[in-house]
């Protein structure tokens, strides 16, 4: 059953995950302000993260839907690749920023204060985050959007980003370890490098056109082979994604003695057919008398 978040537009809820980056951030930062831990810290620059990237990633999302046009005969749907890639780069921004923080602080220790309203308002801060983050991913998956999966995974880490400062700071107080708040925002500042890492990876992917996903082509043959017959088969199958869309080529070879008519209405059929069964997918097949081969890879090709 669908749910209802599945049903937001990637863009309604990019608009909510700015306005609630904005208030994370004043709530973040008022802790940090009552507490001086530089962990809330580190945890209200994270947060300034999340407000770069929502904003980027709107952006991103608004080219996306351009509809194909000269220059871009295509399409813009790879633009969600960007914003992957921006909110990584500026993921490593924050992490050195808060690594150089925690060093310091390490290095020179203080003591913190008025520990239950600064917890308080990071706790606050993360439940929102955390239901956002539920909406987005149920989106995402819904219109197979890469920029709010992104923006969606990159609140999830925040969320355990901050259970982990709200940890440190809890055991300062029970400890009087001022050390552990310090070391507790270079493992955030670690934490949040590898999600950097991860986002800045699938961008790359995507920008090189990566294959679609087993399963979806495990769909693709279970659709071919409604259609292959001793005179029909299908060969030098590729595929790709491009931010929401997918795309699949292939040869479909047929007896040469069939009229031209005949052979364009079945590869319509076929074309229909896995459409219908891979949603946004975009199907070409190149029509082949049954004792021609194709060949690719050519030395004299890749000169």
Same mark, same amino acid.
């Given at each position: 059953?669908?749910?209802?978040?599945?049903?937001?537009?990637?863009?309604?809820?990019?608009?909510?995950?700015?306005?609630?980056?904005?208030?994370?951030?004043?709530?973040?930062?008022?802790?940090?302000?009552?507490?001086?831990?530089?962990?809330?810290?580190?945890?209200?620059?994270?947060?300034?993260?999340?407000?770069?990237?929502?904003?980027?990633?709107?952006? %991103?999302?608004?080219?996306?839907?351009?509809?194909?046009?000269?220059?871009?005969?295509?399409?813009?749907?790879?633009?969600?690749?960007?914003?992957?890639?921006?909110?990584?780069?500026?993921?490593?921004?924050?992490?050195?920023?808060?690594?150089?923080?925690?060093?310091?602080?390490?290095?020179?220790?203080?003591?913190?204060?008025?520990?239950?309203?600064?917890?308080?308002?990071?706790?606050?801060?993360?439940?929102?985050?955390?239901?956002?983050?539920?909406? %987005?991913?149920?989106?995402?998956?819904?219109?197979?959007?890469?920029?709010?999966?992104?923006?969606?995974?990159?609140?999830?880490?925040?969320?355990?980003?901050?259970?982990?400062?709200?940890?440190?700071?809890?055991?300062?107080?029970?400890?009087?370890?001022?050390?552990?708040?310090?070391?507790?925002?270079?493992?955030?500042?670690?934490?949040?490098?590898?999600?950097?890492?991860?986002? %800045?990876?699938?961008?790359?992917?995507?920008?090189?056109?990566?294959?679609?996903?087993?399963?979806? %082509?495990?769909?693709?043959?279970?659709?071919?082979?409604?259609?292959?017959?001793?005179?029909?088969?299908?060969?030098?199958?590729?595929?790709?994604?491009?931010?929401?869309?997918?795309?699949?080529?292939?040869?479909?070879?047929?007896?040469?003695?069939?009229?031209?008519?005949?052979?364009?209405?079945?590869?319509?059929? +076929?074309?229909?057919?896995?459409?219908?069964? +891979?949603?946004?997918?975009?199907?070409?097949?190149?029509?082949?008398?049954?004792?021609?081969?194709?060949?690719?890879?050519?030395?004299?090709?890749?000169?």
């Amino acid at each position: 059953m669908r749910s209802w978040a599945a049903s937001l537009s990637p863009s309604l809820l990019l608009r909510a995950s700015i306005a609630v980056a904005v208030l994370t951030i004043a709530l973040k930062s008022a802790a940090w302000w009552i507490t001086g831990s530089v962990g809330l810290l580190s945890d209200a620059m994270e947060s300034l993260v999340n407000l770069a990237g929502a904003a980027f990633a709107l952006l %991103m999302v608004t080219i996306a839907r351009r509809p194909a046009d000269e220059d871009h005969p295509y399409g813009h749907h790879k633009a969600e690749y960007f914003s992957s890639g921006f909110e990584g780069l500026a993921i490593f921004v924050a992490a050195a920023g808060i690594l150089w923080a925690a060093t310091q602080r390490l290095l020179a220790p203080q003591p913190l204060d008025q520990l239950g309203w600064g917890l308080a308002l990071s706790v606050l801060s993360s439940a929102l985050n955390g239901a956002l983050a539920w909406a %987005m991913l149920q989106s995402s998956r819904a219109h197979r959007s890469v920029a709010l999966e992104a923006d969606a995974r990159h609140l999830i880490t925040d969320v355990w980003t901050s259970a982990g400062v709200v940890l440190g700071v809890g055991l300062v107080a029970l400890t009087g370890w001022q050390w552990l708040d310090p070391a507790v925002a270079i493992g955030v500042a670690l934490n949040i490098l590898r999600e950097g890492a991860s986002l %800045m990876w699938k961008s790359s992917q995507g920008l090189m056109d990566e294959a679609l996903e087993p399963e979806v %082509m495990e769909e693709v043959q279970k659709t071919l082979d409604g259609f292959r017959h001793p005179t029909i088969r299908f060969d030098h199958i590729s595929s790709r994604k491009s931010g929401q869309r997918r795309f699949v080529d292939l040869h479909m070879h047929m007896p040469a003695s069939w009229t031209l008519g005949r052979a364009a209405a079945l590869r319509g059929s +076929v074309e229909q057919a896995l459409m219908s069964a +891979v949603p946004g997918l975009r199907a070409t097949i190149q029509l082949l008398p049954s004792d021609v081969e194709a060949h690719f890879d050519d030395e004299k090709d890749l000169i």
